[in-house]
Nanobody, 116 residues
Framework: QVQLVESGGGAVQAGKSLRLSCAAS????????MGWYRQAPGKQRELVAT???????KYADSVKGRFTISMNKAQNTVYLQMDSLNAEDTAVYFC??????????WGRGTQVAVSI
């Protein structure tokens, strides 16, 4: 069973940076797409950024130019560098993984809180 372990969340002031990490482990891991979604209080979960096996990436318009997703395939780890954070980025960030067989998995989430 695949497990996703997130780290790197926290509380920062607006304009600062954070880096999230998500390490995948377990039997059956076969990377197709990994990435991050987020859910703010009272809102639906939304895409932040994803990266695929061919290293193509996708970003939400709200984070383009501020967030960068990357991966270390050898370590089955995906990173999200978040710069110029603002209050609208406050949310629980969930790691996401889709296998080559199209099964989807979610991490437990890590809180990011940005204060003005």
């Amino acid at each position: 069973q695949v497990q996703l372990v997130e780290s790197g969340g926290g509380a920062v002031q607006a304009g600062k940076s954070l880096r999230l990490s998500c390490a995948a482990s377990g039997r059956g891991f076969s990377f197709a797409t990994m990435g991050w979604y987020r859910q703010a209080p009272g809102k639906q979960r939304e895409l932040v950024a994803t990266i695929s096996i061919d290293r193509s990436s996708k970003y939400a318009d709200s984070v383009k130019g501020r967030f960068t997703i990357s991966m270390n395939k050898a370590q089955n780890t995906v990173y999200l560098q978040m710069d110029s954070l603002n209050a609208e980025d406050t949310a629980v960030y969930f790691c996401y993984y889709k296998s080559r067989w199209q099964t989807e998995h979610w991490g437990r989430g890590t809180q990011v809180a940005v204060s003005i």
